[in-house]
């Protein structure tokens, strides 16, 4: 398998994910309160939104880049 091969399976891949997810969360947690051995926490939970243009760009490219790598073999 040459390189652009697995680069092409990799933004085909992604592309995917893109569309399927449209967003990656995580959770932050921050101290609110803190006196001596009392301590509380708070956890948020925060969303990186994806939009569906970076999906349909990674899997065009990743379908291209397939293409282009199979006619010059």
Known sequence: MSPKTIGAIILIAGGIVAFAYQGISYITREK?????PLQMTAETTKTFPLP??????????????LVVGHRKE
């Open 52 to 65: 569906p243009v970076i999906g349909a760009v990674a899997l065009v490219g990743g379908i291209v880049l």
């Open 32 to 36: 609110v309160l803190d006196l001596g």
